[in-house]
């Protein structure tokens, strides 16, 4: 067993033995920026774009559509980013988060942004390498999150070093032009894509590409406040931004298609960070407006050389996070086979326990757009004098199903690794209850019958939420020590990325319904393992979704800024 097995245990034992250092405060006044700070680099401001009609939340869930694929373009690239990482307004409501009293102050302000954050503290690095296809010359951009602008690097073409570091790499043309043979993808163990085409699959696509987004996270902005906790917190936060690209980029007839495993050193002398700084834990490939395949030599030699000039005057390092990159960044490029992750799949819902059949889900029709940037976590407004109804239930359940496969190469698209379950306390028409989602047949299964409010609040750690007043709060589960056991400490990374874009999808089902949502870390996780009966089979109750409606007509404050 590797070192994440470890870490796994302490972090479901945590709300009974706390991980080291027990005693930590965080130093809020020397606390880092929510942005990585390039001064002097030459910045690109990045053009509007409009959400075409019918791009809903609704078919960005659902399945892949019939028809050619659209390609991206520097006005598509900028939407999905803006919507999904960028500023979009300020929030100050009145609600039961700690840091209320800070709010109405500029420097500590609330931004809203379409992605959903651990903490709020938002640790993902964008960084854009672009090809010789792209609208700039070509290089290696950071997204300014603040400016919504891309601030230049390195100038130069640097994609093949980028997919020798994935494992692919686009063949030299043939001699003839007149008879151009088909490109020599190499065999994908991810499998293939939507299309059912080898060259549509996670190395295809990759192959064919000269324009990648590279998702880094610097620890530090998320650890200075979750210590050693922080690993697992981030790890999800790159769940939840993949999630929006993909549900973004599918309403409106484009791909994203994450990968996970690839060299993560040399990516990251390209980018010229350290990985016990800041781990590099995705790459997408973009299929682009014009882009021809075509040969790059890697750049070996390239290296950003500016640096982010960090704020905190002291920056900590903790022995679980290093520790952890360290493991998962180990054999990092060897690409599970097709099908590897079979033994670790989700266990089905016993069909002998009692069945509760739920309605169809709703018709999910508001805009990919308005439903993101309407998402916020509710924070103690929720009102169990107004029931949830049954079909908001069926949709958010549906919804987290459909955030459960992934794609690319993470092989969850083919093999699910997640189960859910929930406790219903204040649902219309379903009797207050803890049940287990079969998905296969959109059903509810009884595990234990009763109200669940007293069970839930009692082992909830914090004060911003009252669980008891919920109408139904889901937990994802996932049985992270046979995915470890599969595919390595690596697994951890696609473990928890799955259970984040599973909490993304149901944050914006729930917005495009108009009802209430929060997402929360901070439970005992042993117990709601004793109350599900999952000793047996082996899973992990990794975050808790809450659902309800709040209370009518709060004390609120929006001021959009884009």
Sequence with gaps: MGYAHDYAAAIMRRGRVPMPPADFVPNWADGPRKTKF???????????????????????????HDGPERAFDLHTLSGMLRDSYGLTGRRLGVQANTDLDALPFHPLANWSRGTASGGGLYPVSIYWVSGPSGPLPPGVHYYATRHHAMQRLLTGDVSGEVREALGVAVPAAPEDPAAPTAPDVPEDPAGP???????????????????????????????????????????????????????????????????????????????????????????????????????APPAGTAAVRRRDVERSRTVLTFDAVTGMQRAT????????????????????????????????????????????????????????????SAGHLASCLAAATAGASLGGDTGTGTTPVAGLYAFVGHTEGIPPGTYAYDAAA????????????????????????????????????????????????RGYRVVNAVVGAISQS???AASALGVGCGVALGFDNVSYTEELGLERTGEAPLLIMMLGNERPAPADFRHEIA
């Design 38 to 64: 390039y001064p002097g680099a030459d910045t690109v401001p990045l053009p509007g774009h409009t959400v075409p009609p019918g791009a809903t939340v609704g078919r960005g869930l659902g399945p892949a």
């Design 193 to 295: 894509g939507a299309s059912g085409d080898p060259e549509d699959s996670a190395a295809g696509r990759a192959a064919g590409a000269d324009q990648f987004l590279v998702l880094g996270i610097k620890y530090w902005q998320n650890a200075f406040k979750y210590n050693s906790f922080s690993f697992h917190a981030v790890t999800m936060d790159v769940g939840t931004v993949v999630q929006t690209w993909r549900i973004w980029a599918r309403a409106q007839g484009l791909r994203v298609e994450p990968l996970m495993w690839f060299d993560e050193r040399r990516l990251a002398r390209l980018l010229g960070i350290r990985t016990e700084e800041e781990g590099v834990f995705a790459v997408v490939p973009l299929r682009w407006q014009g882009a021809e395949p075509r040969p």
């Design 329 to 388: 960044e180990e054999h990092a490029a060897r690409r599970p086979a097709a099908g590897a992750l079979a033994p670790a799949a989700a266990p089905v819902p016993d069909p002998r326990l009692p069945a509760v059949p739920l309605p169809a889900p709703l018709p999910l029709d508001a805009d990919v757009r308005t439903a993101l940037r309407n998402r916020r976590s509710s924070f103690g407004r929720f009102d169990a004098g107004r029931p949830l």
């Design 442 to 489: 959109h059903t509810l299964r009884l595990v234990k019958a009763g109200p669940p409010g007293t069970f839930l609040q009692k082992n909830y750690f914090l004060a911003n939420y009252n669980l008891e007043q919920t109408g139904a709060v889901l937990v994802p589960t996932v049985r992270t020590r046979a995915v470890l056991d599969t595919v390595g400490d």
């Design 506 to 508: 149901v944050y914006t």
